[in-house]
């Protein structure tokens, strides 16, 4: 069993999903909220390269798809190119996100 949790530790280290509530964000308001979450505290820093990739595609102002997509790269810049700035808990939960908006722009619709 505890293989199992240590492999499953390991693919949410690099990104994909793991089991853990917090990683399975469903609603976009939660996704939202965590994005503004994470704002707020890169404002209260003044960590001005975060804030430089996201508020060129935040807020959503249709919420279709291609917000999404241009979203999602940003996420992703930062996670590849801010790490230095980002504390331990901002990189895991900025993971999720990103995690998250990945399976919003690629949900299959019935």
């Given at each position: 069993?505890?293989?199992?949790?240590?492999?499953?530790?390991?693919?949410?280290?690099?990104?994909?999903?793991?089991?853990?509530?917090?990683?399975?964000?469903?609603?976009?308001?939660?996704?939202?909220?965590?994005?503004?979450?994470?704002i707020?505290?890169?404002?209260?820093?003044?960590?001005?390269?975060?804030?430089?990739?996201?508020?060129q595609?935040?807020?959503?102002?249709?919420?279709?798809?291609?917000?999404?997509?241009?979203?999602?790269?940003?996420?992703?810049?930062?996670?590849?190119?801010?790490?230095?700035?980002?504390?331990?808990?901002?990189?895991?939960?900025?993971?999720?996100?990103?995690?998250?908006?990945?399976?919003?722009?690629?949900?299959?619709?019935?």
């Amino acid at each position: 069993m505890w293989r199992l949790l240590l492999i499953l530790e390991t693919l949410a280290d690099y990104g994909f999903t793991c089991l853990n509530d917090n990683c399975f964000m469903n609603d976009p308001k939660i996704i939202l909220q965590k994005i503004d979450t994470l704002i707020n505290c890169w404002c209260e820093r003044r960590c001005l390269k975060p804030l430089r990739y996201i508020l060129q595609h935040y807020p959503l102002l249709s919420g279709l798809t291609d917000e999404w997509g241009a979203l999602y790269e940003s996420l992703r810049d930062i996670k590849g190119l801010c790490q230095k700035e980002l504390n331990s808990e901002e990189q895991k939960t900025l993971t999720e996100i990103i995690n998250a908006v990945h399976d919003i722009i690629h949900a299959k619709r019935d």
